[in-house]
T-cell receptor, first 112, second 113 residues
Framework: SQKIEQNSEALNIQEGKTATLTCNYT??????LQWYRQDPGRGPVFLLL?????KEKRKERLKVTFDTTLKQSLFHITASQPADSATYLC???????????FGQGTELSVKP | GAGVSQTPSNKVTEKGKYVELRCDPI?????LYWYRQSLGQGPEFLIY????????DSGLPNDRFFAVRPEGSVSTLKIQRTERGDSAVYLC???????????FGPGTRLTVT
């Protein structure tokens, strides 16, 4: 069955450094991969979407890469700030569109 | 503009009771999704609607779960004969069409005692 794995341990980094989060998947060929941010007690918030034929996508301090050979996506936050502290979720979407299959999320903590 | 809203925000019910959870999507969004999330896990897909019809209900765990969207906007998730294992946060999301980014509501925290 489809499986998505994100860094299971929380990631603690110093303000100003680059945070890198990993999303690996097996038994799936997604059309799209999406990244969401979730704060405690809130619903996920969309950050970036990358298509299977795209290698990299950027938005302000965020960068996502997508390697369909390795079946892996990397999510980078440059010049990290304490306000970036949250849980980050990756999600896969198939060609037919619609349902998202989420990883378990990685908790990021940025210390001042 | 207004985002996705869900009511109630919290629901405590006894094992065996029936519950209804409501979702108001963003106006004009034709796709609506239900997920549930347990502590420390990512959201788990339940069902999605394109307009009034269920386009994919493969995530509904069993026949105690049912969802409707009769007029293509508001949706209700219905759970019969609730069990303690149904306790979770139920999230609703909407998007302009399937295949676009999804906008999530704050969720309904369901506790079955």
């Amino acid at each position: 069955s489809q499986k998505i794995e994100q860094n299971s341990e929380a990631l603690n980094i110093q303000e100003g450094k680059t945070a890198t989060l990993t999303c690996n998947y097996t038994n799936y060929s997604p059309a799209y991969l999406q990244w969401y941010r979730q704060d405690p007690g809130r619903g996920p918030v969309f950050l970036l979407l990358i298509r299977e034929n795209e290698k990299e996508k950027r938005k302000e301090r965020l960068k996502v890469t997508f390697d369909t050979t390795l079946k892996q996506s990397l999510f980078h936050i440059t010049a990290s700030q304490p306000a970036d502290s949250a849980t980050y979720l990756c999600a896969l979407e198939g060609w037919q569109g619609g349902k998202l299959i989420f990883g378990q999320g990685t908790e990021l903590s940025v210390k001042p | 503009g207004a985002g996705v809203s869900q009511t109630p925000s919290n629901k405590v019910t006894e094992k065996g009771k029936y519950v209804e959870l409501r979702c108001d999507p963003i106006s004009g969004h034709t796709a609506l999704y239900w997920y549930r999330q347990s502590l420390g896990q990512g959201p788990e897909f339940l069902i999605y609607f394109q307009g009034t019809g269920a386009a994919d209900d493969s995530g509904l765990p069993n026949d105690r779960f049912f969802a409707v969207r009769p007029e293509g906007s508001v949706s209700t998730l219905k759970i019969q004969r609730t069990e303690r294992g149904d306790s979770a946060v139920y999230l609703c999301a909407s998007s302009p069409l399937a295949g676009y980014e999804q906008y999530f509501g704050p969720g309904t925290r369901l506790t079955v005692t």
